[in-house]
Structures are given as structure tokens and as C-alpha cells.
């Protein structure tokens, strides 16, 4: 089983905390919300998304454990 991040649109304030620290995975959209990048949905790298979950203002970024990420 492997890590799987979203972010809650309903939420995210936009402050762009999540990009700072992993560019990697989060990215801004258009709308001023910040949006998991596609393909990043499943990624290895919890402790810097576990950093940047526990620095978003709002908690709006989501970490569960998933059988669709290996």
C-alpha cells in the first residue's frame, strides 16, 4: 500500500505553502488554489508531504494510505 495526496478545493485558502515546499507534487492552478500535480496523486515522498500538510494554514492537503498507490 502507498501514500495517496489530495487536497480539499473546499478548503485551500491558496497561500501556496504546500508548492514552496514540494514543487514536486503541488502546483498553483489558474483559480489561485493549489492542485496535487497529475501523476503525483501516489508518491513515495511522505515526509516532505507530511511537512507541508502539517504547515497548510487550512489542512486542506489529505494523506491516507491507498492499494491504488504501490
Do not use: H, N, W
Request: aromatic content about 2%.
Amino acid at each position: 500500500m502507498g501514500l495517496k495526496v489530495t487536497i480539499d478545493p473546499d478548503l485551500c485558502v491558496g497561500d501556496s505553502i504546500c508548492v514552496d515546499l514540494v514543487p514536486d507534487v503541488f502546483e498553483m492552478g489558474d483559480d489561485g488554489l493549489a492542485y496535487v500535480k497529475e501523476g503525483m496523486e501516489c508518491t513515495g515522498d511522505r515526509e516532505d508531504v507530511q511537512d507541508a500538510a502539517d504547515q497548510c494554514p487550512s489542512g486542506a492537503i489529505i494523506i491516507e494510505e491507498s492499494e491504488d498507490c504501490k
